[in-house]
């Protein structure tokens, strides 16, 4: 008897346990990206709360105009140092997360086109005189698929570096304009 729909019923099982246990690790990853970013909120809602706190008591304190803008000043630099780590630092979690989203994904999908064209193979071997050419068809359309997925991967990635080129280059003229203000308000 020609086994095919026994195969083709094993591979549907196995890759729907397989993109299930992908579905399950990636909401783990975006969970763990999750917490990162609730913890880099927290963290930095703290600080600013304190730094606010610790600003406003100096403020209190000045004794005249010229102090009080001297220590709104001296403030600015600090306070666009910490803008910036804030950025870089939900920069790093975004593209660490993204980079595992995307090792995951890449991995369960080269597993499942590998064991496809492995039961593709084994079909072949094992079909009847005269469909020859319908293997030759299923050949070429995972041929077909895995340029297509690669493509997709491709642009997906080239995506993802220039999100994190514009994220790092907008950090970079925040950080040139934080600078150049509090000079300026040193002076």
Do not use: C, W
């Not at 600090?78 to 979690?93: D, Q, S, T, V, Y």
């Amino acid at each position: 008897m020609f086994p095919i729909p026994e195969q083709f019923s094993n591979l549907g099982k196995t890759n729907l346990e397989a993109y299930m246990s992908l579905i399950l690790n990636l909401m783990g990853k975006g969970f763990e990206g999750a917490e990162k970013l609730d913890d880099l909120l927290l963290n930095a809602s703290k600080a600013s709360l304190e730094d606010f706190s610790n600003t406003v008591k100096q403020l209190m304190a000045a004794k005249d105009p010229q102090e009080f803008f001297s220590l709104t000043a001296a403030q600015a630099q600090p306070a666009a140092a910490k803008a910036i780590a804030f950025g870089r630092h939900l920069a790093g979690i975004a593209s660490s997360t993204q980079a595992e989203f995307t090792r995951a994904a890449e991995e369960q999908i080269a597993e499942a086109g590998r064991k496809f064209t492995a039961m593709v193979e084994d079909v072949s071997k094992n079909a009847p005189a005269g469909t020859e050419n319908v293997v030759a068809i299923m050949k070429s359309a995972i041929g077909n698929a895995n340029a297509g997925y690669e493509q997709f991967s491709k642009t997906t990635k080239q995506a993802v570096e220039v999100m994190e080129a514009n994220l790092n280059s907008a950090v970079n003229q925040f950080s040139q304009t934080a600078e150049k203000t509090a000079s300026r308000a040193r002076k």
